[in-house]
Nanobody, 122 residues
Framework: QVQLVESGGGLVQPGGSLRLSCAASGLTLEHYIIGWFRQAPGKEREGLSYISGLDGSTAYADSVKGRFTISRDNAKNTVYLQMNSLKAEDTAEYYC???????????????WGQGTQVTVSS
């Protein structure tokens, strides 16, 4: 059974940092493209970043470029999203997903985690 489990969300002040984790079981993350997405109430799901299992190449949405960093630990079968300089508009439910395409489009991903809430507020 494939499972992706996100953790690390929480409440943080503007300008603060969080590191999200995406731990996988039932699949080897190294064999997939792993993406991070977020969805705020009333908004569409937004692709933030992905990392290739093949060569480690990465991509970022303009909204997070320079602030967020995606990385992976193959030994732990875990992908991370380091989020710095957080803003109120980063408040959302954050999801990781596994797919086979180098894309920030959510429909290219077929395994999803349950999400972790990130709230940026003073």
């Amino acid at each position: 059974q494939v499972q992706l489990v996100e953790s690390g969300g929480g409440l943080v002040q503007p300008g603060g940092s969080l590191r999200l984790s995406c731990a996988a079981s039932g699949l080897t993350l190294e064999h997939y493209i792993i993406g991070w997405f977020r969805q705020a109430p009333g908004k569409e799901r937004e692709g933030l970043s992905y990392i290739s299992g093949l060569d480690g190449s990465t991509a970022y949405a303009d909204s997070v470029k320079g602030r967020f960093t995606i990385s992976r630990d193959n030994a732990k079968n875990t992908v991370y999203l380091q989020m710095n300089s957080l803003k109120a508009e980063d408040t959302a439910e954050y999801y990781c997903a596994a797919g086979g395409a180098l894309s920030l489009s959510f429909y290219e991903y077929y395994y999803w985690g349950q999400g972790t809430q990130v709230t940026v507020s003073s």
